[in-house]
């Protein structure tokens, strides 16, 4: 059993790699199989078509984000660090998953209907985990500053696959920092934004 899933992470991550570089729509079965070995038509032991593995993979990205998020914010420690817990996390997956992030980025109009509904569903879960921790590190922050403030975060730190500037090390060092001032400051500019149109 673990080698049939061994394969299947294989033939999942030949075909980000191959979707990054090339779109999903320039890549076919032949060329993923090349890229693992094996003939195009034995991917179908695997993966029904090439839409099936788009699904997996960005499914999988999210259920794995989601996760990783909760598990963050469920850690006793004070809402700042939560905070920069949930930064850490995030640009430790997008430095390690480049492809994914560009797959991602890209990709989600090419997904069945279900699937797009699903991966949907996931992400909107994972922003609420950000809109959550980012009011209990400035509480004076309304709802829709948060949840603007967390996908501008993923913009920013979502951009790394396209850079080749530093080394691993020290873009993360710069993506966290940058990634805790904006937040810091975006939120309390639109705390105050917040409260002068209640106010």
């Known amino acids: 059993m673990s080698a049939t899933i061994t394969r ?3 033939i999942l991550a030949a075909a980000a790699e191959l979707f990054a570089r ?5 890549v076919g079965i032949d060329d993923i199989g090349a890229a693992v ?6 991917l179908y032991r695997h993966f029904r078509s090439k839409d099936a593995m788009l699904g997996e993979m960005l499914t999988s990205i999210s259920e794995v984000l989601l996760a990783g998020g909760q598990d963050r914010a469920a850690r006793a420690g004070t809402p700042e660090a939560t905070l920069a817990d949930l930064v850490r996390f995030q640009v430790d997956f997008a430095l390690d998953n480049p492809a994914l992030i560009a797959v991602q980025e890209r990709n989600l109009g090419n997904l069945a209907d ?5 991966v949907r569903t996931l992400q909107r879960r994972y922003v609420e985990v950000w809109v959550d921790a980012i009011r209990s590190a400035v509480p ?7 949840r603007a403030a967390a996908h501008a975060i993923f913009g920013l730190i979502n951009s790394t696959p396209h850079s080749r500037h ?3 090390a020290q873009m993360a060092e ?3 920092g940058m990634a805790l001032a ?11 934004d917040d409260l002068t149109r209640t106010g």
């Open 166 to 168: 530093l080394d691993r």
């Open 37 to 42: 070995g094996i003939s195009g038509p034995a």
């Open 174 to 176: 710069l993506l966290r």
């Open 140 to 146: 004076a922050t309304g709802e829709p500053t948060a």
């Open 182 to 192: 904006a937040l810091t400051n975006a939120s309390v500019s639109g705390a105050r």
């Open 8 to 10: 299947r992470e294989q």
């Open 22 to 26: 090339h779109g999903f729509h320039g």
């Open 114 to 118: 279900p699937d797009r509904r699903k």
